[in-house]
């Protein structure tokens, strides 16, 4: 496929949008730095937007923009503690023969243990995703501790990249996050000290996982540099991993500890497995562990 023409910048405008037409976007001054950057070659250009807005902590968007050689797309909202709503998640990476793919409203709580999240959110849902799993099927082997983070609904999918597949991936993305600002709308104040702690902690828990471990950092790591890697992983894409608790990598994830005190490099210590959709189209958790 030919990548000069395609871009996932029409993604962030359309959500932006959307998401206008319900509240007021205020933009993050702290951001401003990270607006837009190129990488040491000159060849890729970075650009970010972010904003807060009532009922949501932080919308930001990563685009990375490699002319030919690839386009990668990091989209997520962040919900205010105050709200147990999933967390919206679009990661994209394309380039000119594979694209690989995670679109969820991800659960800040695991579906497999709490079924009554489960049922709040996502009984409603299912509809939607079996629109999709068909034309962007399960993308193999998934790592257990990915999956912790998915819920019933989620896309996982790996394709030859084509104009075709990603109109349907544009489709399915429109409809994905218009079911998270509909939830928003619904989502009432919590107001129960102990619930808002708690539901701070399990973002915080998702953000150090997702700013310790995710895919795309080697990539940027190449593109921008150690450093500024680091600070747009830390101060941009998860912003709050430094204010939201004071727990550590280790304190969420002890399994990775390494006899030195480190963190294992590794991004997973549970393995690949999950060959297939491990839900049912009922939302029921029928994964059959492959090892
Ligand atoms: C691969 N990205 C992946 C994979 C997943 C994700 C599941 C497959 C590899 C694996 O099994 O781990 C995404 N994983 C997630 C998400 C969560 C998670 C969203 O646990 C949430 C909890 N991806 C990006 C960005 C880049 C990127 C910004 O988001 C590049 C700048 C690239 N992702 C990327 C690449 C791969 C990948 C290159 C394939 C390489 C690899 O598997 O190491």
């Known amino acids: 496929m030919d990548l000069s023409t395609f871009s996932y910048q029409k993604f962030v405008n359309f959500a932006l949008q959307e998401t206008k037409l319900r509240t007021g976007l205020a933009p ?15 060849n890729t250009v970075l650009r970010t937007l972010s904003f807060c807005a009532p009922k949501i902590r932080l919308v930001r968007s990563l ?17 205010e503690p105050e709200f147990d709503l999933p967390i919206f998640c679009a990661n994209f990476f394309t380039n000119a023969s594979l694209s690989i793919v995670v679109l969820d409203l991800n659960p800040l709580y695991d579906v497999t243990i709490h079924t009554d999240y489960k049922e709040k959110y996502y009984r409603k849902l299912l509809p939607l995703g079996k629109k999709y799993f ?8 998934i790592t257990g ?37 509909a939830l928003m709308d619904e989502a009432v ?25 995710d895919p795309g950092h080697p990539i940027l790591k190449k593109l921008v540099g150690e450093n500024l890697a680091k600070e747009l992983v830390w101060r941009f894409l998860f912003d709050g991993v430094d204010s939201l ?12 500890k390494c006899d030195s005190g480190t963190i294992n490099q590794k991004r997973s210590v549970m393995g690949k497995s999950y060959e297939t959709r491990p839900w049912d189209l009922n ?6 562990h492959s090892g």
Not at 145 to 150: A, C, G, I
């Open 28 to 42: 993050l001054p702290s951001h401003e730095k990270f607006r837009l950057l190129r990488s040491k070659d000159n």
């Open 245 to 256: 608790g004071a727990k550590t990598f280790l304190d969420y994830f002890p399994e990775y």
């Open 145 to 181: 501790e990915s999956l912790r983070f998915f819920s019933p609904i989620v896309i996982w999918t790996r394709f030859t990249s084509s104009q075709f597949k990603h109109d349907v991936l544009y489709s399915a993305f429109m409809d994905y996050f218009k079911a998270w600002l």
């Open 134 to 141: 068909e034309l962007l099927p399960w993308g193999g082997n």
């Open 189 to 213: 104040k919590e107001t129960s000290a102990c619930h808002i702690h708690r539901n701070r902690e399990a973002q915080h828990k998702y953000l150090r996982w997702r700013a310790e471990k």
């Open 63 to 79: 685009t990375v923009e490699g002319n030919r050689a690839m386009q990668v797309l990091d989209f997520a909202v962040f919900p």
């Open 283 to 288: 939302g029921e958790f029928v994964g059959n």
